[in-house]
């Protein structure tokens, strides 16, 4: 089974905020359509590491097939531009965003700062796991927070109300994780302790401690 990292190898909140910073060209350019745009850009930034407690990037990410996918999903939205449309375009283009970006981090294992996983991301279409690049060391990594940081402060300044309130959130949360991120394999066993024997198969293993 693949060992399951806690999160991608970016953090979540960092895929969610690049998702809402792909909206923001239509936030300016059509503001009417923005709440649209930004939900789905969030959606879609997020929504592969659904898999994370399954088979971690693999199941839900698909570096080619959703880069593949936007293109007529950007078309159907610029010829039919509607509130959906323009939602379902930037979810498939923050999904594809998100796979690809996952391949320029660190690999799946319990503690990636190791670096020794080839494993980021799955090409479904190649039949093959992309090898990590490990710009963006591991998710939480200081790194990780000030890539976030930096698209989230001009996001804060450009959006509003309840978009305004979910980008401080998402920072927050990210400022949290990257503060504990290196303790948390320490609590992989601790859990595995406590937890219902139902959730063994998605607690990391121990097998590449020291
Ligand atoms: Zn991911």
């Known amino acids: ?25 239509i936030v300016v350019a059509a503001p ?9 850009g969030a959606l879609g930034g997020g929504f592969p590491d659904a898999d994370m407690y399954t088979a971690h990037r693999r ?14 999903a950007v078309a159907l939205a610029a010829i039919v531009t509607t509130p959906a449309t323009v939602a379902l375009a930037l979810a498939v283009v923050a999904a594809a965003v998100h796979c690809c970006m996952d391949a320029l981090g660190g690999g799946l294992e319990l503690r990636p700062w190791r670096g020794t996983s080839e494993r980021a991301v799955y090409d479904h279409y190649r039949g093959r796991w992309l090898p990590p690049r490990r ?5 939480g990594a200081p790194e990780d927070f000030v890539l976030g940081l930096g698209i989230g402060v001009p996001l804060w300044f450009l959006l509003e109300g309840r978009f305004e309130l979910f980008v ?10 990257a503060a504990v991120r290196r303790r948390l394999p320490d609590l992989a066993p601790v859990v595995a302790d406590v937890a219902p024997d139902a959730l ?7 097998s590449d401690k020291p």
Request: glycine letters at 6%; aromatic letters at 12%.
């Open 32 to 40: 009417d359509l923005g709440t649209a745009a930004l939900v789905g």
């Open 168 to 177: 401080l959130v998402l920072l927050a949360i990210s400022a949290v994780y």
């Open 1 to 25: 089974m693949d060992r399951t990292p806690f999160l991608g190898y970016m953090m979540l909140t960092t895929h969610v905020l690049i998702g809402l910073a792909l909206a923001t060209p």
């Open 200 to 206: 063994s198969p998605y607690i990391p293993d121990e």
């Open 135 to 139: 710009w963006i060391r591991y998710d």
């Open 59 to 72: 199941t839900l990410h698909f570096p080619v097939y959703f880069a593949a996918l936007s293109i007529p």
